[in-house]
């Protein structure tokens, strides 16, 4: 790699062109002065990030030791408090506040629905992230398993109309329970309803829904109508026939508002190892962000081009034209404050912490969007921080923002903050974490994998684990996710900030989502992650069923969560597991581990749907692999099973990815010279080594972390590659 000096620091070559010849141009900001404030800041922000990752192993040292020394004795938790609270892991609790973050979009404050988390190293997964704010609910239904395919209703390649019965009535069942008509059903309607003098003419039982509505040659071609402030437009076409069903108002789709935000990802779901994966995720975010990133593929044989949606325009009932957003507020989520990136070397030849350089990079990009407001309207730039460690780490990263705003010479503030409540020490000190930017704070999330993975890691010596199934209904997680909406609650949250739920994992089981995950927006949660636009306009049906403002109003009443239940470690009491058990157990884990990593390493894939032992599709990121690798290290470490069982069973599972892959190309093109399909040569798979060393040596690694050694087999990958 070629590299720039830029002051006190060396920057590889392509990055600096990337910054001077397409990030500043347009920002106001000079080159000089860019690189001059940046080399500055980093200088003066890198001791304190090394300070805290010091803390966080000293920290982990000293609970391990606790552990030890208290092996075979009850475990006592007050006591075990009182010890977190001497060496500073639990702080002491202020008195209470309201958060005071000012200039927040509507999508964040007052609209509550789902949240789409996507890789941004990819632009056409980014632009259909951005575009998946309107969904036709037809599609979503017609294509997934929430219409049973029972009695002829089969999907396949030629339209079936008996199915496309059920999606209408389907459909119309939703506009009867969110639209109610004053008198009788939506299914009934003999005509397409009128507009006169820009009223409706047909009579809702509640008038002031209907918001708007757009023409076509003259013609009504959609209603536009409101329900807990998310919008439903109802469309028509008199020439279009969809289904068995006599449909004389010629309603042709129901389109949905679905994913009301986005996160553009440059974290768990990406595989950035260098200077040439980073430029590729700052390209895109700086596509979305100037609203000209354009993707160019193929479908069907034709040239498929996608770009980002334009605003949609309707007519509302006192005749002014409305426009509404047509894209998802974007956010974007760097990464958190233990890796470094070898796109940018300090004078020692050591790699800059890349968290610290997303957030410049990613602000930077932002300001292209002040002049056409294609994304924010309040002149924001929203940032989610990942994996932080208590309140001196989130006081960390508001510090590092104020480096950026002072740098890029914006208003303090400018610079949101979105915290990731995925590591335990943020959890039982989640009020102290929000304090510390409380000027700033537009978000808070539970994330139940990073959780779980820091819980097991945290806890490493307590004793083996309980088996990863049987963790969800552990006491600490559902305190820990009502602590997360209690304490957000307690804030102020509500109408500011918005209090998140974490993914649905399993894109084509859809009928069990729309069963489920209906208890996000119950538990007071005002966005929840879904792994695709589909998805998302099919959640986007809880919010019309759940006014999420009105149950944060209630639950505000509730005791608030106890943070001695948060604490309460998921040791197994009396492990008993068959072998049987115990080799199922360490199977499903493996399985999981190498479906993911190979790809990661192989392909450079940070996300994808890959399937389980049982072959069934689930959204895997580094969440996923942190849990399942730190689960195998806890029962190797308490001797649950034994280092040779578990490389029998990699082995093993290694076979069984390979042949869940023989019809993927991509999978199949790693067996040319320089790659190796993980069975054929264990010791060659350099994939296989890297899923082998998250197991065996998951103990050491920081905080459980997947990282390290992801990013030194990457790049070890990379090497080797013959073209």
Known sequence: MT???????????????????????????????????????????????????????????????????????????????????????????????????????????????????????????????????????????????????????????????????????????????????????????????????????????????????????????????????????????????????????????????????????????????????????????????????????????????????????????????????????????????????????????????????????????????????????????????????????VLFTNLIFEKVEKVLNLKKYTIKIGIMDEERRTTVNLKECIRAVKNRVVFINTGFLDRTGDEMHTSMEAGPMIKKGDMKSSKWISAYENNNVDVGLECGFSGIAQIGKGMWAAPDKMADMIEQKVNHPKSGANCAWVPSPTAATLHALHYHQVNVFSQQKELKNRPRAKVSDILKIPVADRPNWSVEEITKEIENNAQGILGYVVRWIDQGVGCSKVPDINNVGLMEDRATLRISSQHIANWLHHGICSKEQVLEIMKKMAKVVDNQNKNDPAYLRSGRTGYFEMAKNFDQSIAFKAACDLVLNGINQPSGYTEPILHKRRIEKKSTRIN
């Open 3 to 393: 590299y720039i000096s830029q002051g006190k620091l060396s920057v590889a070559k392509e990055l600096v062109e990337f910054i001077n010849n397409e990030l500043l141009p347009g920002t106001g900001i000079d080159n000089k002065k860019f690189w001059e404030g940046f080399d500055k800041s980093v200088h003066e922000l890198i001791p304190k990030n090394k300070e805290l990752l010091t803390i966080r192993e000293q920290i982990q040292k000293k609970i391990d030791k606790w552990h030890k020394d208290n092996k075979g004795k009850e475990f006592n938790l007050e006591s075990y408090k009182n010890f977190l609270k001497e060496i500073g892991y639990l702080v002491e609790e202020g008195p209470n506040f309201l958060i005071e973050t000012k200039n927040v979009d509507d999508e964040i404050c007052n609209i509550a629905g789902p949240q789409l988390v996507v890789p941004v190293m990819n632009a056409r997964y980014s632009l259909n992230a951005a575009n998946a704010r309107w969904g036709s609910l037809y599609d979503a239904l017609y294509g997934t398993d929430v219409i049973s395919e029972s009695n002829g209703a089969e999907r396949g390649k030629k339209y079936n109309y008996i199915r496309g019965e059920k999606v209408i009535k389907f459909a119309r069942n939703i506009l009867d329970s969110h639209v109610p008509l004053q008198s009788g059903s939506w299914k009934d309607l003999s005509s397409i309803p009128l507009v006169e003098n820009n009223q409706l003419k047909l009579k809702l039982k509640n008038p002031k829904q209907f918001v708007g509505y757009s023409k076509k040659s003259n013609d009504i071609s959609s209603l536009l109508f409101l329900n807990n402030n998310l919008h439903i437009e109802v469309k028509f076409d008199p020439s279009q026939k969809l289904g068995g069903l006599k449909d004389n108002a010629a309603i042709c789709d129901v389109i949905l508002e679905s994913a009301i935000t986005s996160i553009m990802d440059h974290e768990d779901s990406v595989a950035a190892v260098d200077a040439k994966d980073k430029i590729l995720g700052y390209r895109n975010w700086l596509g979305l962000m100037k609203g000209d990133l354009q993707y160019e593929g193929e479908k069907n044989g034709k040239k498929l081009v996608r770009k980002l949606n334009p605003d949609r325009e309707y007519i509302s009932p006192d005749g002014n034209k409305i426009k509404l957003h047509g894209r998802a507020l974007m956010l974007n989520r760097n990464v958190g404050h233990l890796m470094t990136n070898s796109s940018i070397l300090l004078e020692d030849k050591t790699e800059i912490p890349e968290g610290i350089m997303d957030a410049f990079i990613t602000t930077a990009a932002a300001i292209h969007d002040f002049k056409n407001k294609g994304n924010s309207k309040t002149n924001s730039v929203y940032i989610v921080k990942p994996k932080m460690h208590g309140p001196e780490e």
